[in-house]
């Protein structure tokens, strides 16, 4: 069964200090990521879709996958109060379908 | 606009009573989910369905049946709802990109 994890739990930046976040995954032939983040239990916003290693840019946000390491990160550039959230990796597989989702890290940006 | 709806957002029920947790999509998605958020526990993944009448168990299906009829609508049952069952739960349909609901809080006393 697909294990999913992100650290760290929780993290604090300063306005404009680049965030961070990591999440690694157990089965090597997961083919999709994604990057979610989630305001106080509301609906889930999507940030930025990867599929193939290297790095994808969304704006401010940009993944970085390496399949072989078993590793996906998220960057913010320039975090923003509003940006505070709970961040959440997904990781889905190519024969299911099924998405499995990280723990979540808490972020929060001060400004 | 693309949208996942969920009804209803709210909800409070006793234990021992049937719940329906209702899920609609205007995409016209294949692939759809249920999902249940609890603190500390994140996103747990209690069915998926591929289409209509083809449903496949997710993580966590115990307690739980789904219903697709219709490619747009999907739906949750709980059969005799247990307190362990309060939770946020949330739809979601997928084409490339994942669409969620707004969720649905559900309280079993």
């Known amino acids: 069964q697909q294990k999913v994890q992100q650290s760290p739990e929780s993290l604090t930046v300063s306005e404009g200090a680049m965030a961070s976040l990591n999440c690694t995954f157990s089965?090597?032939?997961?083919?999709?990521f994604r990057w979610y983040r989630q305001h106080s239990a509301k609906g889930l916003e999507v940030l930025v879709s990867?599929?193939?290693?290297g790095e994808k840019e969304e704006g401010r946000f940009t993944a970085h996958l390496n399949r072989a390491n078993l590793h996906v990160s998220l960057h913010i550039r320039e975090p923003q109060p509003s940006d505070s959230a709970v961040y959440l990796c997904?990781?889905?597989?190519?024969?299911?379908?099924?998405?499995?989702f990280g723990d979540g890290t808490v972020l929060t940006v001060k400004p | 606009d693309m949208k996942v709806t969920q009804m209803p957002r709210y909800l409070i029920k006793r234990m021992g009573e049937n719940v329906l947790l209702e899920c609609g999509q205007d995409?016209?998605?294949?692939?759809m989910y249920w999902y249940r958020q609890d603190p500390g526990l994140g996103l747990q993944l209690i069915y998926i369905?591929?289409?209509?009448?083809?449903?496949s168990e997710g993580d966590i299906p115990k307690g739980y049946r789904v219903s697709r009829k219709k490619r747009e609508h999907f739906s949750l049952i709980l059969d005799s709802a247990k307190t362990n069952q309060t939770s946020v739960y949330f739809c979601a349909s997928i084409q490339n990109t994942l669409y969620f609901g707004a969720g649905t809080r559900l309280s079993v006393l």
């Open positions: 995409m016209s998605h294949e692939t």
């Open positions: 997904a990781v889905s597989m190519p024969n299911t379908g099924k998405l499995t």
């Open positions: 089965d090597g032939t997961s083919n999709n």
């Open positions: 990867i599929f193939s290693d």
């Open positions: 369905s591929y289409d209509v009448d083809s449903n």
